[in-house]
């Protein structure tokens, strides 16, 4: 197939795929040499938080010498932008190559009338491709949930991460916080080490119960401090310490207080790594965090007239928005334009915006067949 093929294959698959399931995924991927049992593999789960954790892992670890790949959901724009080696995203010709063989190993399964679900063609595209490219480590982001995402296939697992929890898509992963957490702590593996994000009580019991259950260790930011030096819409400058690290004056080109959470859970990540062997000075830490970029979280798009672009989806996600328009546009009469997929719940989002008194007009449009 060429790039358009590719695309019109993978599109199609919205309409006609379904999903197969673990079984029907590894016997996909056996064509390929079984992937899913040899990539290494940092997992990372959540509800919130997921793809700027792993950006910051993606860029410390090239800096670091190390080849990386990643495998994030959804685009922006492209395709493309879901598989990236060190940070770099697939081109076109490799994409359609890769996809070829992706469509070859999902038809030796079922042929060529079942097809896959979209996120099943994907997911085996990440690891035909990663493991192709030979790469250190495999970042892979889960779709939806954790346990029946079919990236939790993988076996080779370096390490497993749990962002922020709380509610969203409550149809597939149950309505209490509870219920959410237990399906996020489904990438946890026996005998392996999970990094937990800085929680409330409820989720860390859990997380703790299943780690203890699995025989997994649990590494979580206890005594987390943090001393904020800079803030503006351009980044962050501060210092952070917990019982494992400390760092002073270490600098993110994101905005948004929730990120400095995410980056101790990175540098938090990052010991774990060390005790696996990877060679991670301090200082590389340092110039992976200032160069790491990640489009469409408090991104600007514009500074005069101030325009910014955020895909908060969620409830916590537009309250932690909010907390950001009343830290970066206090004195500004802010326009928002909101727009939300069918499924989502909109209300609880529209409540939270509604309740921010800088929030001076509201504009509601839609983004596609989906809204």
């Known amino acids: ?30 064509v390929y040499g079984s992937p899913y049992k040899t990539l290494p593999v940092i997992h990372v789960a959540g509800t919130n938080g997921k793809g700027s954790v792993c950006a910051l ?7 670091a010498g190390y080849k ?17 080696i060190n940070g ?27 097809m896959f679900s979209f996120f099943e063609i994907f997911a085996i595209f990440a690891f035909i491709f990663f493991a192709d490219k030979g790469v250190d480590a495999a970042i892979l982001e889960v779709g939806i949930g954790g346990r029946l995402d079919t990236t939790n296939v993988a076996e080779n697992i370096l390490v497993s991460v749990i962002t922020s929890i709380s509610k969203d898509h409550t149809e597939l992963l ?5 219920e959410i957490t237990l399906e996020k702590a489904g990438i946890i593996k026996k005998n392996r080490k999970t990094v937990l994000y800085f929680q409330c009580k409820e989720v860390y019991n859990l997380i703790r119960e299943v780690c203890v259950e699995k025989q997994n260790v649990l590494y979580y930011p206890d005594e987390l401090e943090f001393l904020l030096k800079e803030n503006a819409v351009s980044g962050m400058t501060f210092d952070v310490s917990c019982r494992y690290f400390k760092y002073e004056n270490l600098k993110i080109h994101f905005a948004g207080e929730y990120q400095l959470y995410n980056s101790a859970t990175v540098l938090l990540t990052l010991e774990v790594l060390r005790g696996e062997g990877f060679d991670i000075p301090q200082s590389i830490v340092f110039e992976g965090f200032a160069a790491t970029k990640w489009e469409g979280r408090m991104e600007v798009i514009s500074q005069n007239p101030l325009i910014l672009a955020e895909g908060a989806h969620n409830e916590d996600g537009i309250r932690q ?5 009343n830290t970066y546009c206090a004195e500004c009469d802010v326009i928002l334009v909101f727009a939300a997929l069918n499924g ?10 509604t309740k921010n008194k800088n929030v001076k007009t509201i504009i509601l449009t839609y983004v596609n067949y989906r809204a």
Request: glycine residues 4%.
């Open 57 to 63: 892992l993606n860029s410390v670890l090239s800096a």
């Open 174 to 178: 149950g309505n209490t916080l509870a």
């Open 68 to 84: 990386t790949g990643m495998f994030t959901s959804p685009h922006l724009c492209r395709f493309n932008e879901r598989f990236r």
């Open 1 to 30: 197939m060429n790039y358009n093929e590719s695309l019109d294959y993978i599109i199609k698959s919205y309409s006609a795929g379904k999903k197969r399931g673990f079984d029907s995924v590894r016997a996909a991927l056996d």
């Open 344 to 353: 989502k719940d909109y209300p609880s989002m529209v409540r939270e915006i």
């Open 88 to 114: 770099n995203e697939i081109d076109d010709n490799e994409f359609a190559f890769y996809m070829t063989k992706t469509r070859h190993a999902c038809e030796s399964v079922f042929g060529a009338e079942e």
């Open 321 to 325: 928005l909010c907390n950001s328009i």
